[in-house]
C-alpha cells in the first residue's frame, strides 16, 4: 500500500515538474538568445456598436462608432515613444481602423493579416449573447467552459483559431526578430495567443479579459516567450 500511494504521488506531481522544466529551459533560452527578440502590441478594436450587444464576427460593414475613433486617436498618444517596424491587421474593417490614424503618422503601411481575423461564428454571427443562450445553450455551455473543444454552429472550431494565430506570431519573429510589431486584432484571438504563452487551457479564458481600446505586450525569441503585458490602457 505505502508503495502505491508513493507511485499515485509521483504521478500526481509528475505534470508541475514538467512546467518547472520548461519554465528552466524557457530561462536558459532566453539568457542564450542575447537581444530582446520581437515586441509583439497586440491591439484589441476600439468601440462599434455591435460592442455589448451580440457577436459581430465576420459580419460586413461593422466599422468604429463615434467612441471608437476617438480612441484610435489615443493610440496614436499612447504609443508615441515606441518604435514600430510594422502594423498588421484583421481584415475586419473595425480593426483596419484602428490603426489608421496611427499608420497614417508612422511610416508603415498596414498590412492584412488573415490568421488574426475575428473568430468565424458561423451560425452565431449577428445574434444577441442572449439569444445564442437560450436557443443553443448546450453548444454556448461548451463555447464558454470548454473552449478547447467549442465550436460555433457552422463556424470554426476554436482550437483551429488558437493554431493560426499563433503560427502567424511565431513566423512575424521570424520575419522581424529584433523589431516592435503591432497587430490589431480581437479579442478571444488575442486570449488564444496569450493563453499559449502562459501555457494555460483554452478552457480557462474567461478568468482574464482583453477589453476594446486594450493592448496586451509578448515577447517572442529563439525559444522562449514572455508576456509583459495584457489588457493594458490603450
Not at 152 to 171: I, S, T
Not at 204 to 224: N, R, Y
Amino acid at each position: 500500500r505505502p508503495q502505491r500511494l508513493h507511485d499515485m504521488a509521483l504521478r500526481a506531481l509528475a505534470p508541475l515538474a514538467q512546467r518547472r522544466e520548461r519554465q528552466i529551459e524557457h530561462r536558459e533560452a532566453r539568457g542564450r538568445g542575447g537581444a530582446g527578440g520581437s515586441t509583439f502590441l497586440r491591439v484589441r478594436h476600439r468601440a462599434h456598436d455591435w460592442l455589448g450587444r451580440g457577436l459581430a464576427g465576420r459580419l460586413r460593414g461593422v466599422s468604429l462608432n463615434a467612441q471608437g475613433w476617438l480612441q484610435a486617436e489615443s493610440l496614436v498618444d499612447r504609443l508615441q515613444s515606441r518604435d514600430i517596424a510594422a502594423i498588421y491587421s484583421s481584415p475586419q474593417p473595425r480593426a483596419q481602423e484602428t490603426v489608421a490614424p496611427l499608420a497614417g503618422r508612422r511610416k508603415p503601411p498596414i498590412r492584412m493579416l488573415e490568421a488574426v481575423d475575428e473568430v468565424g461564428f458561423g451560425g452565431w454571427a449577428g445574434r444577441a449573447v442572449g439569444w445564442v443562450a437560450r436557443q443553443d445553450g448546450e453548444r454556448w455551455r461548451q463555447w464558454c467552459l470548454h473552449r478547447s473543444r467549442a465550436q460555433p454552429p457552422g463556424g470554426e472550431p476554436f482550437e483551429q483559431v488558437r493554431r493560426r494565430a499563433v503560427a502567424a506570431l511565431h513566423e512575424l519573429g521570424l520575419r522581424y526578430p529584433d523589431g516592435a510589431v503591432l497587430i490589431a486584432s480581437h479579442g478571444d484571438v488575442i486570449k488564444a495567443v496569450i493563453a499559449t504563452s502562459l501555457q494555460m487551457s483554452l478552457d480557462d479564458l474567461e478568468c482574464f479579459d482583453i477589453e476594446p481600446a486594450s493592448v496586451s505586450v509578448l515577447q517572442l525569441g529563439a525559444g522562449w516567450q514572455k508576456v509583459k503585458m495584457v489588457n493594458g490602457p490603450g
